[in-house]
């Protein structure tokens, strides 16, 4: 059974900044690409960046020159550096893998969440 495991997130000040990481475990997949979304209270859930297999990236207006993602292929790990941070930027953060199984099956799967306040 394959898990993102998420870790990081918390409670900062604005203009704080906080680092997520998420790693795949249990199965021996290739990585297509791995995302983070985020979900606010009373809002869908919306692409923050993505990294694909060839390290292209590409992220949300809302955190263009703020938000770093980067990955260790070695590692199946995808990590979001977040500065600058701001109250609209709190949310519950979720990685998301895309992926081909050993199988030859492309699957997608979804870390549980992680939360992030932003707030004096």
């Known amino acids: 059974q394959l898990q993102l495991v998420e870790s990081g997130g918390g409670l900062v000040q604005p203009g704080g900044s906080l680092s997520l990481s998420c790693t795949i475990s249990g199965l021996d997949v290739t990585v297509n690409s791995m995302a983070w979304y985020r979900q606010a209270p009373g809002k869908q859930r919306e692409l923050v960046a993505d990294i694909n297999s060839g390290d292209s990236t590409n992220y949300a207006d809302s955190v263009k020159g703020r938000f770093t993602i980067s990955r260790d292929a070695a590692k199946n790990s995808v990590y979001l550096q977040m500065n600058s941070l701001k109250p609209e930027d709190t949310a519950v953060y979720y990685c998301?893998?895309?992926?081909?199984?050993?199988?030859?099956?492309?699957?997608?799967?979804w870390g549980r969440g992680t939360q992030v306040t932003v707030s004096s």
């Open positions: 998301h893998a895309d992926v081909w199984t050993s199988s030859f099956y492309r699957r997608t799967y």
